[in-house]
């Protein structure tokens, strides 16, 4: 089955700047790319996703960048403000609508 | 905004007795999960249900079982807790189709078995 490898456990950036959070999966047939953010003793919540058709999307500071021939995609937070800080997980998914997690990456934004 | 409750929020539970995790959702999603979260595991799938009467093993079913009665909800029942299923334990609703992937999150079980 599909493997999703989140290659940060933890990141850590100081306010203002860039933060990238690196994912890869292992299944060709994933068309689907979610990522969640879960804030500290809370659940997660749906931030931004991508799908197999584009190599890019943005929504705000948050931009999702996917590589299908190296099967990677990635997240980047842009002028990161410490309410960012919070566990960041990938995801990917296909048609039969099993969605498989990466363990997580611990950002944390030093003011 | 779409809603998944759970319940209950935290329980302590007995090696051998029966656990009961429920969870409801309001969005009339097909589609939904349950998972727990372990430090330095991540998110692991135990159960899904593709609809009411539907369930489906995940990568981590042993000791676990599940029941999709209604399109509402969907229950984990552990029959014979251990201590190895103490962990925290998420419900998730999904619409599946064009939208497969983006999952609404319950605020989560936190299961003790002593």
């Known amino acids: 089955g599909e493997k999703v490898e989140q290659h940060e456990s933890t990141l850590s950036v100081r306010e203002g700047d860039s933060a990238v959070i690196n994912c890869t999966y292992t299944d060709t047939a994933s068309s689907y790319f979610p990522w969640y953010k879960q804030e500290a003793g809370k659940s997660l919540h749906f931030v931004i996703d991508?799908?197999?058709?584009?190599d890019r999307k943005q929504s705000q500071r948050l931009i999702v960048l996917l590589d299908k021939k190296a099967k990677r995609f990635s997240l980047h937070i842009t002028a990161t403000q410490p309410e960012d800080s919070a566990i960041y997980f990938c995801a990917a998914s296909h048609s039969n609508n099993r969605i498989f997690f990466g363990d997580g990456t611990q950002l944390v934004v030093k003011p | 905004e779409a809603a998944v409750t759970q319940s209950p929020r935290n329980k302590v539970a007995v090696t051998g007795g029966k656990v009961t995790l429920s969870c409801n959702q309001t969005n009339n999603h097909n589609n939904m999960y349950w998972y727990r979260q372990d430090t330095g595991h991540g998110l692991r799938l135990i159960h899904y249900?593709?609809?009411?009467?539907?369930?489906e093993k995940g990568d981590i079913p042993d000791g676990y079982k599940a029941s999709r009665p209604s399109q509402e909800n969907f229950s984990l029942i552990l029959e014979l807790a251990t201590p190895s299923q103490t962990s925290v334990y998420f419900c998730a609703s999904g619409a599946g189709g064009s939208n497969t992937g983006q999952l609404y999150f319950g605020e989560g079980s936190k299961l003790t078995v002593l």
């Open positions: 249900s593709y609809g009411a009467g539907s369930t």
């Open positions: 991508i799908r197999s058709n584009v």
